[in-house]
């Protein structure tokens, strides 16, 4: 499969009627998440006898497929999720795209699709926010979300991988993705399904992976939880990460606070945002690790008070505080189910850094949409 391509020419065809800024404005006032669209996308073809090709920025609408397109009945698709900030001098940064990029082309080497180029990943963020930049909130927890993805695009019902593939880029206006906020959430521990198991898709960011999970968050949500929490798929014991995001555990407080994530095992996905976080605890002066924890342990640290506090990440997500906890066998409640200092601490220097408020020590914010 080939994975270089040199540059793409991109054919650019602007919206032949442009929103008038008011009406974006008011749209952009109250965004939510993932239901807005800006004006324009980004297409790319590829197929096995000329790679990458047919690069496009074109206005923002509807696809035409055939029924049989391969994607429909066997999901052989992959997407990432990132986010654009507008920054302090009106112009626009992306956090850590090449990261995005990269995993974009770890997720399609598992699902058997072409590695997109991380050059053309970024140009393909560059060109639309040449063109949709406007659409860049500056509101406070407001940002551009920048949904990349691929499927498979070859007719016909064979189970193999597809000889055609399209790649499309859309932007989507977001402000938070609970609807209340930085509010302390409450999670399920999913003890009867199981989102990935040694040597499946888990760590790939594929569909169906969330496709799998629709009927645990709605058990979650019959219980009262806004998320549900999986777990390793052999015990149901050791917790893994969220619905879409990933967690972090807190243990002991202020300069004595050490923060712990599960560890990378394969049935989970690397989060871009738990990676930031991991390093930005230890610049605050935490201690940062990756380990396992048990619902077991989970619990008796709550109670014992030695985990003192919980928390999701995620691009979407950012960090979300979890408050408390629900499964088949009891609940608890993490410290005082209230949004924890080390947690707070974290979010602000990981938002102040995305919005150009705080320096960037790592290099993860990229400008973008500079393109003539
Ligand atoms: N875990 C899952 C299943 C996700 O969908 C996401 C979101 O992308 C994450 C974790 C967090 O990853 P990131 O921080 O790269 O957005
Ligand atoms: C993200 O945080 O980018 C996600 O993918 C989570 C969810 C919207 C699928």
């Known amino acids: 499969m080939s994975t270089e391509t040199s540059a793409l020419d991109f054919v650019v065809t602007p ?6 800024p008011e009406d974006r404005q008011r749209l952009l006032a109250d965004p939510g998440f993932g ?22 920025l074109r206005p923002y609408s509807p696809l035409q497929l ?5 994607v429909l009945h066997y999901a052989q698709a992959v997407f990432e999720g990132l986010k654009a900030f507008r920054q ?6 992306a956090f850590r795209p090449d990261s995005h990029a990269a995993r974009f082309r770890r997720s399609a080497r598992r699902l058997a699709l072409p590695e997109l180029p991380e050059s053309i990943f970024i140009e393909a963020i560059d060109r639309l926010m040449s063109i949709d930049g406007e659409w860049v909130p500056s509101a406070p927890e407001h940002s551009l979300y920048l949904r990349p993805f691929m499927f498979a695009s070859e007719v016909g019902l064979g189970v193999r991988p597809s000889s055609k593939v399209t790649f499309l880029l859309i932007g989507s206006p977001s402000g938070s993705y609970f609807p209340s906020g930085v509010k302390p959430v409450t999670v399920w521990l999913s003890e009867d399904f199981s989102r990935a198991a040694p040597g499946g898709t888990g760590e790939a960011k594929t569909g169906g992976n969330y496709a ?4 645990a968050q709605a058990q979650a949500a019959e219980q009262g939880c806004d998320q549900v929490v999986w777990l390793d798929s052999q015990e149901h014991r050791w917790v893994e990460e969220m619905g879409g995001m990933n967690l972090c555990f807190v243990f002991g407080s202020g300069q004595k606070a050490r923060l712990m ?8 996905l690397p989060g ?10 230890v610049d605050l002066g935490y201690q940062a690790e990756e380990g396992r924890i048990s619902t077991e342990e989970w619990r008796a640290g709550c109670a014992d008070g030695s985990l003192t506090e919980v928390f999701a990440c995620g691009t979407a997500a950012v960090i979300t505080p979890v408050g408390s906890v629900k499964s088949a066998r009891g609940s608890w409640t993490v410290g005082d189910g209230k949004p924890g200092e080390v947690t707070m601490r974290l979010r602000q220097s990981l938002v102040d850094i995305q919005r150009g408020a705080a320096p960037d020590p790592h290099e993860w914010m990229h400008p973008v949409g500079r393109i003539a």
């Open 15 to 20: 919206a032949a009627h442009r929103m008038a």
């Open 35 to 56: 239901r807005l669209f800006t004006e324009h996308m980004v297409r790319i073809d590829w197929n096995r006898d000329r790679g990458w090709h047919g690069a496009e």
């Open 66 to 70: 055939d029924p049989a397109v391969s």
């Open 88 to 93: 302090p001098d009106g112009g626009i940064s």
């Open 212 to 215: 799998g999970g629709l009927l």
């Open 261 to 268: 994530t599960p560890a990378l095992t394969g049935t989970l």
């Open 272 to 281: 871009i945002t738990r990676d930031a976080l991991l390093k930005l605890a």
